[in-house]
T-cell receptor, first 113, second 114 residues
């Protein structure tokens, strides 16, 4: 596999469920990102990891919990979500934590019922 | 703070028509500017970039020129194809700025009809 992959591609979950999104990058990059993409809104940066250390957390609710076990993998753990959390969640990577040139995965379409 | 403003979509064109998608920005200092494209069902891909004033980024027939005097980075293509149908995002990265991260516009949907 090449580039940035995300699983699952689609996820439907109830508000009391716990689920995780997975992202894997095969580019040898050192930084990884989670974004939220909602209709009619700019992409929202949620978390940034550089060399497996979290370097940015943009006031994201605690029901979203990121994990970066190594520079190739990034997870987003979800619990007790709200319907307004339904969105496309995009993972990206870059060579370093100041990466303007980011490479995106295809996203996970999340629906919270 | 830094921001990007794009023209509202959708933009609907016939094949071989000329395309312009407007983008203006607000930023301190000298940001780098980008256009990303998102094809249906996919993530964003970098389309082109420009890192200083008067630079022209180009790729796949698309062009954009970094205009500091008008704080703009409009995307153009002389002859669009059906395969260009996608959402286009203008973005800036302000190295050393207050937010040291990519700032995106809201995206502009382009639909090209045969």
């Amino acid at each position: 596999e090449t580039g940035v992959t995300q699983t699952p591609r689609h996820l439907v979950m109830g508000m009391t469920n716990k689920k995780s999104l997975k992202c894997e990058q095969h580019l040898g990059h050192n930084a990884m990102y989670w974004y939220k993409q909602s209709a009619k809104k700019p992409l929202e940066l949620m978390f940034v990891y550089s060399l497996e250390e979290r370097v940015e957390n943009n006031s994201v609710p605690s029901r979203f919990s990121p994990e970066c076990p190594n520079s190739s993998h990034l997870f987003l753990h979800l619990h007790t979500l709200q319907p307004e959390d339904s969105a496309l969640y995009l993972c990206a990577s870059s060579q370093d934590g100041q990466g303007a040139q980011q490479y995106f995965g295809p996203g996970t379409r999340l629906t919270v019922t | 703070g830094d921001s990007v403003t794009q023209m509202e979509g959708p933009v609907t064109l016939s094949e071989e028509a000329f395309l312009t998608i407007n983008c203006t920005y607000t930023a301190t200092g000298y940001p780098s500017l980008f256009w990303y494209v998102q094809y249906p069902g996919e993530g964003l891909q970098l389309l082109l970039k420009a890192t200083k004033a008067d630079d022209k980024g180009s790729n796949k027939g698309f062009e954009a020129t970094y205009r500091k005097e008008t704080t703009s980075f409009h995307l153009e293509k002389g002859s669009v194809q059906v395969s260009d149908s996608a959402v286009y995002f203008c973005a800036l990265f302000n190295y050393g700025g207050a937010t040291n991260k990519l700032i995106f516009g809201t995206g502009t949907l382009l639909a090209v009809q045969p």
